[in-house]
């Protein structure tokens, strides 16, 4: 057990050092000029997914001062079981990725969430723009999480010229 976390952590520091130097630009400006929030606002709450699954919120992350009211800004939606480990260490490991969004030049906000029943988790994303949801699929945090999911689990999901907020909103509405 003990050497499973040295492996862990020495893990994360590697992909830390990688974050910082390929995002260090975009992830430095969006660091230290207070943009960076973990939001409270909808932790806890159950979200009704198209599909019927539930989901509940338990970390938010937003750039604040990003324009995600613009008419071709997009949410897309991963979803995934993990291969190794619980729910709860993949709910702390669900953290290494942050800093690679913070530097990405067209990410605005994510909202993970956790399926209790099935095990998955899912990931809803903001976007600036259809383009920049599109090319998710081909950045290191994604295949990142291609190679930690469940064979045959992992699906992404675009929805064009959405707001993620509008779309939260109908997604908790649909609860009460």
């Not at 190679?147 to 779309?167: C, F, M, Q, V």
Request: charge should be neutral.
């Amino acid at each position: 057990m003990k050497k499973r976390r040295i492996i862990i952590t020495i893990s994360a520091f590697i992909i830390l050092l990688i974050v910082f130097t390929v995002f260090a630009d975009t992830f430095l400006h969006n660091v230290f000029s207070g943009r960076v929030d973990f939001p409270k606002e909808h932790l806890g709450e159950n979200l009704v997914m198209e599909d019927g699954q539930e989901f509940i919120v338990f970390r938010r992350l937003k750039i604040n001062n990003q324009n995600s009211g613009n008419d071709s800004a997009a949410v897309s939606k991963v979803r995934f079981k993990f291969k190794s480990f619980n729910s709860g260490t993949n709910k702390n490991l669900s953290m290494i990725p942050a800093p690679f969004l913070i530097g990405m030049k067209e990410f605005h906000e994510k909202y993970w969430t956790f399926n209790e029943n099935s095990g998955y988790f899912q990931g809803i994303y903001q976007w600036e723009s259809n383009e920049s949801a599109e090319n998710y699929p081909d950045s290191f945090i994604y295949k990142l999480m291609t190679k930690r999911a469940d064979p045959g689990t992992l699906s992404y999901e675009i929805i064009p010229d959405t707001n993620i907020s509008e779309y939260i909103e109908k997604l908790t509405s649909d609860t009460a």
